[in-house]
């Protein structure tokens, strides 16, 4: 097999199509001639994904402490606004 799969193909076949994944690596497969979808080895799909089931929150939290690089801040307004109603 080429790595291509029409749809109906890989539903009759998805074991070879999974030892496929294993052995040849990315699998497309294919509707009407248009790829439609690809199968990758679960290993890909993790690095892919960034390794790891944590959250984006965790992720944030575990940047360095933003306090350490001494980014300082005017308080003063960028502009005034302006808060009477005149119209």
Known sequence: ???HWQL?????R???LIR????????F???HGAEVAV??????????????????????????DLEELGITRSRTPARTIDLSEDE
């Open 1 to 3: 097999m080429s790595g």
């Open 8 to 12: 109906q193909e890989a539903k009759q």
């Open 14 to 16: 998805f074991s070879e």
């Open 20 to 27: 496929s994944v294993e052995t040849d690596g990315p699998q």
């Open 29 to 31: 497969v294919t509707r």
């Open 39 to 64: 199968v990758i080895d679960i290993g890909e799909y993790r690095r892919l994904r960034g390794g790891g089931d944590e959250d984006f929150k965790q992720l944030l939290r575990s940047g360095p």
